[in-house]
């Protein structure tokens, strides 16, 4: 990967349980911003946040970025089987400049 | 909603083979980028369009060219086609949020490319 880590590289739990993925980068960002993907199928966006944030919420989802320490965390709550997925972490530049993407995290929610 | 729509949505081409992929962004975006995920990689970004000029550029081969089109859509031409070039590319498009002076970029479904 261009950028960084994505920890751990693949996760296991069972459905109701919480899934914490962690994402460090190395250069500074503008944003950062979750994807999902399911199979070899196309990126689905979950959440965006920008350097001047500290946290953010979306439904199951919450998102924490720390600049100093260069990483940000994604967590699921409550997962379900439905969540199983790979999931990238993209660090963004100023507007039309690329995303760069970790190697992703391969979540799988057992039923 | 609409979202963004990428054509074709596989294809098979010999070595030395060229090919178009076709990506028609969300209505009202003015930003269309291209990505390339090999198989079990992150995607890797090869060039972006922002009002039919080149906003950034990444590693894409000389081999690939790329534009964007008055009516916004955008194509990726790859000529000499090597094995290498299996993989899946997708079309990202975006328009920017000013008031906080970013932008969330949605994906298409891709286009999967096979060069046997």
């Known amino acids: 990967s261009q950028q960084g880590e994505e920890d751990p590289q693949a996760l296991s739990i069972q459905e109701g349980e919480n899934a914490t993925m962690n994402c460090s980068y190395k250069?500074?960002?503008?944003?950062l911003q979750w994807y999902r993907q399911n199979s070899g199928r196309g990126l689905v966006h979950l959440i965006l946040?920008?350097?001047?944030?500290r946290e953010k919420h979306s439904g199951r989802l919450r998102v924490t970025l720390d600049t100093s320490k260069k990483s940000s965390s994604l967590l699921i709550t409550a997962s379900r089987a439905a969540d199983t997925a790979s999931y990238f972490c993209a660090v963004g530049g100023r507007y039309g400049n690329k995303l760069v993407f970790g190697a992703g995290t391969i979540l799988r929610v057992k039923s | 909603a609409a979202g963004v729509i990428q054509s074709p949505r596989h294809l098979i081409k010999e070595k030395r083979e060229t090919a178009t992929l076709k990506c028609y962004p969300i209505p009202r975006h003015d930003t269309v980028y291209w990505y390339q995920q090999g198989p079990g990689q992150d995607p890797q970004f090869l060039i972006s369009?922002?009002?039919?000029?080149?906003?950034d550029k990444g590693s894409i081969p000389d081999r690939f060219s790329a534009q964007q089109f008055s009516d916004y859509h955008s194509e990726l031409n790859m000529s000499s086609l090597e094995l290498g070039d299996s993989a899946l590319y997708f079309c990202?498009?975006?328009?920017?949020?000013?008031?906080?002076?970013?932008?969330?970029?949605?994906f298409g479904p891709g286009t999967r490319l096979t060069v046997l």
């Open positions: 990202a498009s975006s328009s920017l949020d000013r008031r906080v002076s970013t932008d969330t970029q949605y």
């Open positions: 369009f922002y009002e039919k000029m080149q906003s």
């Open positions: 250069t500074s960002i503008n944003n």
């Open positions: 946040i920008r350097s001047n944030e």
